[in-house]
């Protein structure tokens, strides 16, 4: 004999969910995920060591054009002349001129020890033309407008500044430095070099 089945009982059975098989740890996959990407750490520089000639040094050999176009070569001097080479902030400020009209004073007595006198400053040469004139200057002044010739000394007050500071260099007949003033005052420049003058005019 045949049983059939209800059919409210055939309706439950096709309407119940299937179960899925267990997974295990195995068989779950971590996600995969980028690492995050490190940034360039950037390192700046640090900055150079200050070279600024010292006593003994062999002076850099700079070129220059002076107040009238002029072009100056410290080689040219090397074996024939002592050079004062001297870097000052500004034309016609007090400490300026205070140093060039000191030197334009004793000008006969370093002429006869055999002294050129070079003024370096970032000024164009039209400022030192009225700076020479205004005070009757009896030397050269440079103008180093870009600041190549104070770099080369390194003497720039400060980077991107065109300004220099006061420093003299006093360079013998060799070529080589004799002594070096580097202060902010005029009056310590002009004493010193008068006394390195008188020392190294006496060997």
Not at 62 to 80: S, T
Not at 87 to 104: I, Q, S, V
Request: net charge positive; hydrophobic share 35%; aromatic share 6%.
């Amino acid at each position: 004999m045949k049983r059939f089945i209800p059919l409210s009982v055939l309706s439950l059975v096709i309407s119940l969910p299937a179960f899925a098989e267990p997974t295990t740890n195995s068989d779950v996959k971590p996600a995969v995920t980028n690492p995050p990407t490190a940034k360039p750490v950037v390192v700046k520089p640090p900055s150079p060591p200050r070279k600024t000639p010292k006593v003994g040094d062999k002076a850099p050999l700079i070129v220059g054009k002076d107040q009238d176009g002029k072009k100056w070569k410290l080689a040219d001097d090397v074996n024939h002349k002592i050079v004062l080479l001297y870097f000052y902030p500004k034309d016609d400020t007090p400490g300026c001129t205070k140093e060039a009209c000191g030197l334009r004073d004793r000008m006969a007595e370093l002429q006869k020890d055999n002294i050129e006198v070079v003024g370096v400053s970032f000024d164009p040469a039209d400022s030192h033309q009225k700076f020479i004139a205004k005070y009757k200057l009896n030397f050269k002044l440079l103008a180093d407008t870009e600041g190549k010739i104070a770099d080369t000394y390194d003497v720039r007050r400060k980077p991107g500044i065109k300004v220099a500071r006061r420093a003299s260099f006093l360079i013998g007949l060799d070529g080589k430095i004799v002594h070096v003033t580097d202060n902010p005052d005029a009056n310590v420049h002009l004493t010193e070099m008068k006394d390195a003058i008188a020392k190294l005019t006496k060997k």
